[in-house]
């Protein structure tokens, strides 16, 4: 399949994009559109590592109670979860109940506070944007799973003690908080600015 697809509702969207209304929603107002901040990043960050050998509409779906279990992702607060903090989380029937993807934000918080001192996950995060490309994809084939910017990106944020964040993960935050545009050629949703 090449190209943007039409919805029920007429707008040409990318395949994925398209239905459910869910990830429409997500496509057209969110993917792909500049995030800035710490928090924010955070969020993002995390919710891709859940995501790993899941569907994106998964994490989708439980996004409201991911906000709720890790404090709205504030990494000074989550920095702060314990044992029993632990303990909640993996009891939490509406996230994903993976000890290794939970111990791993707690530290990644940790981690996103040292990082601080150092111009902060914005700056790091940002710094690693490739040039524009000058258009889009025409097709799905046309989209990497990971470039030398990603990877680039993964290992700057592990050195900075992050983990969950391989090449793959790290393009796919990178399309999802806009240092990218991946939207295919005829997607309605216009180029970030």
Known sequence: MTGAVVGPD??????????P???????????????????????RLSLEAFQSGLSWLTILRKREAFRAAFAGFDPGVVARFDA????????????????????????????VLALRDEGGLDELVWRHRP?????RPAGPEDVPATTPESVALAKALKRAGLSFVGPTTAYAAMQACGLVDDHLQGCHVPPAA
């Open 10 to 19: 007429g707008l040409a969207r990318c395949p994925w994009g398209v239905s």
């Open 21 to 43: 209304p869910k990830y429409a929603v997500y496509h057209d107002e969110e993917w792909g559109r500049p995030v800035r901040g710490e928090q924010a990043l955070f969020e």
């Open 84 to 111: 029993t903090d632990e303990a909640r989380l993996l009891a939490d029937a509406g996230i994903v109940r993976n000890v290794a993807k939970v111990r791993a934000t707690v530290g990644n918080a940790r981690a």
């Open 131 to 135: 040039p524009p490309r000058g258009h």
